[in-house]
C-alpha cells in the first residue's frame, strides 16, 4: 500500500518561511508526478503546486514567486518550501502521489500537516 507521510508544518509569522516534507514509501517518488494541496475549513481542496516525472512544475497564481516544489530523490521525498508567507496560506496541506497502475492514473493522499501563518 502507497503511504505518504507529511510533516513539517507548524505556526510561523507572516513573512516567514517553512518547509514541509512528503516522505513516500511503496513508491518512487522520481518517477511519478507529485503534488501538494490545501484545505480550508469550508472550502475545496485546493493545488497549489505539481511536479511531473520530468521535474516540470505549475503552481496556483497565489502562491507564484513564493513556494517551490522539489523532489529529494535520495530520500524519495517531495518537498514544499515556502517563503514569505501570508495569513491566508494558513491551511491543512496534502500531499498527493498521481500513480501510473497500468490502465490509469491512482491517487493516493498523506493525512495532512497544519500550516498556520499568524498576523
Known amino acids: 500500500q502507497v503511504q505518504l507521510v507529511e510533516s513539517g508544518g507548524g505556526l510561523v509569522q507572516a513573512g516567514g518561511s517553512l518547509r514541509i516534507s512528503c516522505a513516500a514509501s511503496?513508491?518512487?517518488?522520481?518517477?511519478?508526478?507529485m503534488a501538494w494541496y490545501r484545505q480550508t475549513p469550508g472550502k475545496q481542496r485546493e493545488l497549489v503546486a505539481r511536479?511531473?516525472?520530468?521535474?516540470?512544475?505549475t503552481y496556483v497564481e497565489s502562491v507564484k514567486g513564493r513556494f517551490t516544489i522539489s523532489k529529494d530523490n535520495a530520500k524519495n521525498t517531495v518537498n514544499l518550501q515556502m517563503n514569505s508567507l501570508k495569513p491566508e496560506d494558513t491551511a491543512v496541506y496534502y500531499c498527493k502521489a498521481e500513480v501510473w497502475r497500468g490502465t490509469s492514473f491512482a491517487d493516493y493522499w498523506g493525512q495532512g500537516t497544519q500550516v498556520t501563518v499568524s498576523s
Open positions: 511536479i511531473t516525472n520530468i521535474g516540470i512544475t
Open positions: 511503496r513508491i518512487t517518488v522520481s518517477a511519478n508526478a
